[in-house]
């Protein structure tokens, strides 16, 4: 046999390679089998489930205003949108209005979240290729917005705070004081994290041309938010079907258009940059008046159904919800981002080695609260 | 005092010399790798915006100590088709690698354990034990995740020695000798770190990846390969990997000084020097203090300026663990074998170059 | 004669093609050496671009590390945000939702809850088991215990009690290694507060000292109008 042949006949086993739940870089609990050549992964098998809680199943025997505490603790870092999204569902079936000063708030708090949701990812992310001091820093930064909605819901994960009709309670008058200060240092910090990490060129080696998704395959495989966003598609709820009174305010849709995980580290910077703008417009131009309309505690929702998806951080946040006329709804779905971004996971790492699977699935930012339910 | 401790001395008999000298050596070692270790949660600490260790006695001073007692009392798990012998003589061998290094480093004038001719090249052959070490680590887990980080990190050490080798051949050249204590006299005309720049740099950054620290760490990468090749150690077994990776960073500094940075040498112009020298033996006279041994440490002499520098080199080592990511293994292998290699044999050129120039000035 | 002029003629002839056949040689040798140099200075010149460039890229990226490595270096000298627990602890918000308690009027000794069950009703997930005795003005729960263990803190009772009797105050310290502990089990104490008791949960009070938490703001806001209408001539009279 000619050398060659001698070669590939004694090729070398492929092994599956097992990164558990319980690992320290695949955010949550998540399970991957990969099937690795070397260093190099050729097959890669994603198991969920370890987080299901029946959130779904649950809401079938809850009220209303007894399911928006469980939004909270799907996307757990993002929990405002949780809220948001099933009180924009039930609000469109059952016809309630929300006064336009609830409304500004919900904005507030919603984009406030955003900030906070990006920063967790932005540091973990650096702790999964190596960095540990931006971890640090961006949970530093996070805790003053997390006093910031502490001040506003009195909690600081999971705040029930946007119900039915509106926002749970005005906000104190220490916080407009707060909050502009910190509008006012926050993005001077986002641009010490470009010079820390963006522009350090180890993470860019790390991220550059790494786990690229073509604009036709994140469209195929229903990803949504950041990702889709990074992929080239310029497609965001806050623009296209503006909710909550978005279209009040002006700000800027990050695109870009390179798919790899370095576009969606940008996309997710400048998020938040204009997620500061958001906010710092919506106090500016806070309207007086009621923060929520008056709903009946044991309200009953009219027989229908409807979908009605917000922005989250990561991504749409839907809520399908079929009511049978009942104080408890027949079927509340919710359509979680981080799930139909996990999608992709198998095709982006194909061909990619362990590392950048790390690298890959941080800058996916999967929540398994969202994932699983 | 000091004067009855050396007439002591003579009369004892070699061996016991050498076993004494031996004890007290490993004795600061495993302090100085131990309090590295605190050293270094302080300052990644300080520099993240928080306070590291602060509880465990005063300024949280005796944390390596905790440490050390709940490392011991540890169950010593061996895996049960793990090849026993390896996996139990593996820390050993990465840790006496450690202690080989500390016998040519130069701690003040005069003060080398042993003065090797071959000093550089004593060096770098007892630097490549740790290969054999980590080898035997990865290998006798029996565990897939030890023998891929155990893989990679012998890849990475293995093809950082050669810059290194470069690099400190630069030095040799300039130098005209290979002895450690030759090496630092001739740096009294200018510190090698300015002839040398590039081979500083060479010298500093095969140095971090030889000791295993970001952003060379992938073989120990907690976020990838759990704990890489000491995955399956535990208690004091683990323990020694993390004290001998501690002590390698000081050793790495105490090269990186003693090699670039003009090692004992005083950086202040001789007369200052001498003055600050002669000022502080006169306080400790006055305080009537000149016989005893302790304040010999706080002179400004070679001891003195030796720790300053050395310090500020292990800075710079937790500065750059506390900013940068780390290296995927490819780029690791690239960066060493396509960039660092070729311009340490640039660096080479230049050095010859410069012997020239040296020798034409300095004749010896 | 003829033979001797050929032969002449025949050398004349080989020396000069031999000749010729040298100067082209030497020529071409010449032309060789000429091009081999502009092929050199091409080729360091290429070499010298090549160098630039790396060279540049290779200044790029260090200041870009040593920009980063600065912004480290800066955060050595400022501040620390180490909050030193339990010696020093954050201050929590007004609102924030830790412990319920059930309130007591400071001035009668009396319990406002009146065993409704509506905060029962409400709770996502149950926690709270309450049953009244008595009737009309006069009904008291004869048992109220939340069960902290399950409890999601999530607010809704405070909301919905119609006799603002149920409260969330900043108690966050709840870890116990009892089980039990976690039953607020006994029916009137500890899990009852009166308002100047709420107080010392509620350390921030405005300036002018007004209290902060919004229920006690409306207590303050009732107590006026009560005070208000008592000058007035009128009892006041509520639940």
Not at chain 1, 104 to 115: G, P, T
Not at chain 3, 190 to 206: K, T
Request: charged share 20%; proline share 5%.
């Amino acid at each position: 046999m000619s050398p060659l042949e001698i070669v590939r006949e004694e090729e070398t086993d492929q092994v599956w390679l097992n990164m558990g739940p319980q690992h320290p870089s695949t955010h949550g609990v998540f399970r991957m089998l990969l099937k690795l050549d070397g260093e190099v992964i050729t097959e890669c098998k994603p198991v969920i489930g370890y987080l299901h809680r029946g959130t779904e199943k649950i809401a079938e025997n809850r009220m209303y205003f007894q399911i928006v505490p469980y939004t909270d603790r799907t996307d757990y870092l993002a929990a405002m949108g949780g809220n948001l999204g099933v009180c924009l569902a039930v609000e469109k079936l059952a016809g309630i209005e929300v006064p336009k000063r609830g409304q500004y708030l919900r904005v507030i708090a919603v984009e406030l979240n955003r900030i906070a949701s990006h920063l967790v990812w932005l540091g973990t992310w650096g702790l999964d290729l190596g960095v540990m001091t931006p971890f640090l820093y961006c949970f530093r930064e996070r805790e003053e917005i997390l006093k910031l909605l502490e001040m506003m819901s009195g909690a600081r994960l999971t705040y029930n705070y946007i119900q039915f009709g509106g926002v749970r309670d005005d906000l104190l008058p220490e916080f407009y004081p707060r909050c502009r200060e910190f509008l006012q240092t926050f993005p001077s910090k986002l641009d010490e994290y470009q010079n820390l990490l963006g522009n350090n060129d180890i993470f860019q080696m790390r991220t550059r041309r790494i786990g690229i998704l073509t604009r036709e395959k994140a469209i195929s495989y229903g990803t949504c938010g950041p990702v889709l966003r990074a992929s080239g598609v310029n497609y965001d709820l806050r623009k296209n079907q503006p909710y909550s009174s978005y279209s009040d305010f002006d700000f800027e849709v990050a695109v870009a258009t390179e798919g790899d995980c370095y576009a969606r580290y940008r996309v997710r910077m400048k998020e938040m940059h204009e997620s500061v703008k958001i906010v710092q417009q919506a106090l500016d131009g806070l309207p007086e008046g009621p923060t929520n309309a008056k709903v009946p505690w044991f309200f009953k929702v009219p027989k229908g159904e409807v979908y009605s998806a917000i922005e989250n951080a990561r991504g749409e946040y839907g809520i399908y919800l079929v009511s049978d006329g009942t104080s408890k709804p027949y079927r509340l779905k919710i359509r979680a981002a981080s799930f139909c971004n996990l999608c992709v996971v198998p095709e982006l790492v194909k061909g990619m080695k362990i590392a950048d699977c790390v690298a890959i699935l941080g800058s996916l930012d999967p929540v398994f609260g969202d994932v699983d339910r | 005092m000091i004067q009855t401790l050396q007439t002591y001395w003579k009369t004892f008999p070699p061996l016991l010399q050498y076993l004494i000298i031996f004890v007290i050596i490993s004795g600061v070692a495993g302090g100085i790798a131990a309090y590295l270790t605190y050293f270094e949660r302080k300052v990644l600490a300080a520099i993240q915006s928080r306070i590291g260790p602060n509880r465990v006695g005063r300024y949280g001073l005796l944390q390596p100590i905790a440490d050390l007692m709940k490392l011991l009392q540890k169950e010593d798990i061996v895996p049960l088709r793990a090849d026993a012998v390896l996996f139990r003589a593996a820390p050993y061998v990465v840790f006496t690698s450690g202690i080989l290094s500390l016998v040519i480093v130069p701690f003040g004038k005069g003060l080398i354990a042993g003065d090797l001719h071959i000093g550089l090249v004593y060096l770098i052959a007892v630097s490549s034990l740790t290969v054999i070490g980590i080898f035997m680590a990865g290998w006798a887990s029996n565990n897939k995740y030890s023998l891929y980080g155990a893989m990679r990190s012998i890849a990475q050490l293995v093809s950082y020695e050669l810059p290194m080798g470069f690099a400190l051949l630069g030095v040799a050249a300039l130098a005209g000798s290979l002895r450690v204590s030759e090496i630092i006299e001739k740096q009294q005309v200018i510190w090698f770190i300015v002839p040398q720049f590039l081979g500083f740099l060479i010298f500093l950054i095969t140095g971090i990846a030889e000791t295993n620290r970001t952003p060379f760490d992938l073989p120990e990468a907690e976020s990838e390969l759990v704990a890489g090749f000491t995955t399956e150690y535990s208690g004091i077994r683990f323990g020694l990997f993390f004290a001998a990776e501690y002590l390698s960073v000081f050793i790495v500094s105490a090269f990186v000084t003693a090699f670039y940075l003009g090692g004992w040498l005083s950086p202040l112009p001789l007369p200052l020097s001498q003055a600050l020298l002669n000022l502080t033996t006169q306080v400790l006279a006055n305080m009537g203090l000149e016989k005893s041994f302790l304040p010999t440490l706080l002179l400004f002499n070679s001891m003195f300026w030796f720790f300053l520098k050395v310090s500020a080199c292990i800075f710079l080592l937790f500065w750059v663990r506390a900013t940068l990511p780390r290296f995927r293994v490819d780029q690791l292998m690239g960066f060493a074998w396509k960039i660092l290699l070729p311009l340490s044999m640039l660096n080479l050129v230049i050095a010859g170059l410069e012997g020239i120039v040296w020798n034409l000035f300095y004749p010896t | 004669m003829g033979k001797l002029e050929d032969r002449w003629n025949l050398f004349i002839q080989k020396t000069g093609r031999i000749l010729y056949r040298f100067t082209a040689f030497l020529f071409s040798l010449y032309v060789d050496v000429l091009l081999g140099f502009f092929v050199l200075l091409a080729g360091v010149v290429w070499g010298m671009r090549k160098l630039y460039r790396w060279l540049r890229a290779f200044f790029r990226v260090a200041r870009a590390l040593f920009a980063g490595h600065l912004v480290t270096l800066g955060y050595l000298f400022k501040p620390k945000v180490t909050i030193q627990y339990p010696f020093q602890r954050s201050a929590l918000a007004p609102y924030y939702r830790g412990r319920h308690y059930l309130v007591v009027e400071e001035d009668t000794g009396r319990i406002r809850c009146d065993g409704c069950t509506l905060c029962a009703k409400i709770c996502p997930t149950s926690v709270i088991d309450v049953f009244g005795v008595g009737k009309g003005e006069e009904r008291r729960p004869a048992k109220f215990t939340v069960n902290l263990i399950a409890c999601i803190f999530c607010g809704l009772c405070v909301d919905i009690c119609p006799e603002d009797a149920i409260k969330m105050v900043r108690d966050v310290e709840l870890a116990s290694p009892w089980r039990n502990d976690a039953y607020e089990h006994e029916p009137y104490r500890p899990n009852v507060i009166s308002l100047p008791q709420m107080m010392i949960f509620e350390d921030a009070i405005y300036p002018d000292g007004r209290p902060r938490n919004k229920n006690l703001e409306a207590e303050a806001a009732k107590k006026a109008a009560a005070a208000a209408k008592a000058s007035e001539g009128k009892v006041a009279s509520h639940a």
